[in-house]
């Protein structure tokens, strides 16, 4: 009988069985008082895995790209100028959905591969001496390669140069799973979705909101409805929503909250780190190099793995599902054809990462790569059973 393999795919992640129960419930009425009883608590809690005191943190019935348009649309306003780059697929979409909603973004062309350019940005910035630039904009974790960007620096330039533009964070794969500071790197949005760090199903864009951004939503003139963050702000002081919430999902948040609570979050972001290092060892092993350039930019969340000239990535993909029923990231963008992910984030162990880089190694020897079958594996095995009783004393 066929059994359910573990997903290597950086979004939407395994899903452990507690949360599935947490979400397997009976209808019940969203305007009786025990739906406010445990939803206000969640609103709180959240803020913990944010890394917020300061900020307000909302939930809407979307993903992550439903989160970004949440951000724009309520703090800006038509021709407003907001500053981004472009160094990965998700960072272009956010560029794109800026300009459809009639805002002049200041692109900034990166490498794929590369972080956010804080030095190009701390050149734009200090330029901008009228501060027409509203807002910056900056992918924390590339998901589509496999780049971790340093969002403290980027705060450093927007202090440097004593601009006053909103600083917008994209989360998505790695809130919950990384280390995130709202309140100490001074994010004013920061978004993120359910279906990866918190081990969901796709169908809830999570924002926090510090106090700026709340206030910039006063005077912001994009059209909203759907996601209008004073809507929803109201009808969430009472513990309710202005329109239909999806409560499944919304018990499933309140259960991975806990259980990445009950685990700690200095244990959570190590255990990533743990095994996402385990994975960079087997790559090594197998001679092939990462999309990200360099270690700083190494992220603990997906690796993007670059396939040799001569090889086409998404073949590589394509044959891991239908010949062992097992799913990697295909290559998005600029580097489709020429990478694969291997996500390692949410629920996820060395063992778990053990089965998917077997899996990987034998795809890619069934398919003429130069690799030797076990490499890689036992080089994860290697590292990962030299840093296990180190990793536990330190994470106790």
């Known amino acids: 009988m066929r059994t359910q393999n573990p997903v290597f795919i950086p979004?939407?992640?395994?899903?452990?069985d507690r949360l599935r129960h947490a979400m397997d419930t009976q209808t019940v009425d969203h305007r009786a008082p025990d739906f406010a009883r445990r939803f206000l608590p969640l609103l709180e809690d959240l803020k913990t895995v944010f890394g917020t005191q300061?900020?307000?943190?909302?939930?809407f019935p979307a993903t992550g790209t439903g989160g970004w348009e949440t951000a724009v649309t309520n703090t800006l306003s038509p021709g407003d100028?907001?500053?981004?780059a472009r160094h990965g697929m998700f960072s272009q979409r956010w560029i794109d959905l800026c300009r459809r909603q009639g805002l002049y973004v200041h692109a900034v062309e990166g490498q794929w591969g590369e972080g956010v350019p804080v030095d190009e940005y701390a050149r734009i910035l200090a330029a901008d001496s009228d501060h027409r630039i509203?807002?910056?904009?900056?992918?924390?974790n590339e998901t589509a390669t496999g780049v971790t960007s340093d969002i403290a620096a980027v705060?450093?330039?927007?202090?440097?140069?004593?601009?006053?533009?909103?600083?917008?964070?994209?989360?998505?794969?790695?809130?919950?799973?990384?280390?995130f500071r709202m309140d100490e790197w001074g994010v004013d949005v920061a978004v993120t979705g359910s279906q990866k760090g918190f081990m969901l199903g796709a169908g809830l864009a999570i924002l926090a909101f510090s106090p700026r951004a709340i206030a910039a939503c006063r005077d912001a003139r994009c059209p909203r409805a759907y996601f209008d963050?004073?809507?929803?702000?109201?009808?969430?002081?009472?513990?309710?929503?202005?329109?239909?919430?999806?409560?499944?999902?919304?018990?499933?948040?309140?259960?991975?909250?806990?259980?990445?609570?009950?685990?700690?979050?200095?244990?959570?972001?190590s255990r990533h780190h743990r095994i996402a290092e385990g994975v960079r060892r087997a790559v090594d092993a197998w001679g092939l190099s990462l999309c990200a350039r360099r270690p700083a930019l190494y992220s603990d969340t997906v690796t993007a793995i670059?396939?040799?000239?001569?090889?086409?990535?998404?073949?590589?993909?394509?044959?891991?599902?239908?010949?062992?029923?097992?799913?990697?990231?295909?290559?998005?963008?600029?580097?489709?054809?020429?990478?694969?992910?291997?996500?390692?984030?949410?629920?996820?162990?060395?063992?778990m990462a053990?089965?998917?880089?077997?899996?990987?190694?034998m795809a890619m020897v069934n398919l003429g790569y130069p690799v030797e079958l076990g490499s890689g594996v036992a080089a994860a095995q290697r590292y990962y059973s030299a840093t296990r009783n180190r990793w536990k004393r330190e994470v106790a």
């Open 229 to 269: 963050v004073e809507a929803m702000r109201e009808a969430n002081r009472a513990g309710s929503f202005p329109y239909t919430p999806p409560v499944g999902l919304i018990n499933g948040l309140a259960e991975s909250v806990s259980l990445l609570l009950d685990e700690g979050l200095p244990r959570v972001f």
């Open 11 to 16: 979004g939407p992640t395994n899903m452990p």
């Open 54 to 59: 300061l900020g307000e943190v909302l939930l």
């Open 155 to 179: 705060r450093a330039a927007l202090d440097k140069a004593d601009h006053p533009a909103l600083l917008f964070v994209d989360g998505v794969s790695s809130i919950a799973s990384m280390d």
């Open 134 to 140: 509203k807002a910056v904009l900056a992918c924390h």
């Open 81 to 84: 100028e907001v500053l981004a």
């Open 354 to 361: 053990l089965s998917g880089l077997a899996t990987a190694e």
């Open 306 to 351: 670059r396939v040799p000239r001569g090889f086409d990535s998404n073949a590589l993909v394509h044959h891991a599902y239908e010949h062992y029923g097992v799913s990697f990231g295909a290559g998005l963008g600029e580097v489709a054809g020429k990478v694969f992910r291997i996500g390692h984030l949410g629920d996820m162990t060395d063992v």
